[in-house]
């Protein structure tokens, strides 16, 4: 779980945040275990220097709690095991 919330950070940190509103869906890929790769999608909220959505995967939305746009940095955290929730599609 750590290398998939540090893979979230380094994916919205790396979008070019300057000026910019981060609000929409977002999907990438992130490596998985025997060499595979996971989608990921985030959606996001952007009001200001906050920052509110969820991220999913496979069928698990977390909420980003607590999110904050710093300069050119985002500052987020997430309880996967706390307040995890299961996709309806």
Do not use: H
């Amino acid at each position: 779980m750590r290398g998939l919330v540090t893979a979230g950070l380094v994916l919205l940190t790396s979008l070019g945040l300057a000026a910019a509103d981060l609000s929409g869906t977002w999907t990438g890929t992130i490596p998985a275990r025997n060499n595979e790769v996971q989608d990921i999608t985030f959606r996001l909220v952007q009001k200001g220097d906050a920052l509110t959505g969820k991220m999913y995967r496979d069928t698990t939305a977390v909420p980003i709690l607590d999110g904050k746009i710093l300069g050119d940095k985002v500052v987020s955290g997430w309880s996967p095991r706390s307040r995890s929730e299961t996709c309806s599609s």
